[in-house]
């Protein structure tokens, strides 16, 4: 099992950056690759971006591309999602998940969700 805590949301003004954090525990990090998933309301759940489990490698929706950054720590078992030049149609509720897989298997079956945090961007 792998226990997943996002933190970092909240309201912003468009233009405006937030950074949000996934702190994770129970398993070796590491061995994990991660991504960021979002949904808005009405919408359904979409990949944002993510990551493997050394950080080398990195994949970017493009509605995100040149503004938001993926990032990790293995030492602190956190994974890390820049957001800058937020625009109001960001607002949604963001969510991390890991598999242990190559990062780019992860998809919305990932076996492993946090509760998500909700950013809201105002215009």
């Known amino acids: 099992q792998v226990q997943l805590v996002e933190s970092g949301g909240g309201l912003v003004q468009a233009g405006g950056s937030l950074r949000l954090s996934c702190a994770a525990s129970?398993?070796?990090?590491?061995?994990?690759?991660m991504g960021w998933f979002r949904q808005a309301p009405g919408k359904e759940r979409e990949l944002v971006a993510k990551?493997?489990?050394?950080?080398?490698?990195?994949y970017y929706a493009d509605f995100v591309k040149g503004r938001f950054t993926i990032s990790r720590d293995n030492a602190k078992n956190t994974v890390y999602l820049q957001m800058n030049s937020l625009k109001p149609e960001d607002t949604a509720v963001y969510y991390c998940?890991?598999?242990?897989?190559?990062?780019?298997?992860?998809?919305?079956?990932?076996?492993?969700w946090g509760q998500g945090t909700q950013v809201t961007v105002s215009k």
């Open positions: 990551i493997s489990w050394s950080g080398g490698s990195t």
């Open positions: 129970g398993r070796t990090f590491s061995n994990y690759g």
């Open positions: 998940a890991a598999a242990r897989t190559s990062y780019t298997n992860i998809d919305g079956r990932a076996p492993y």
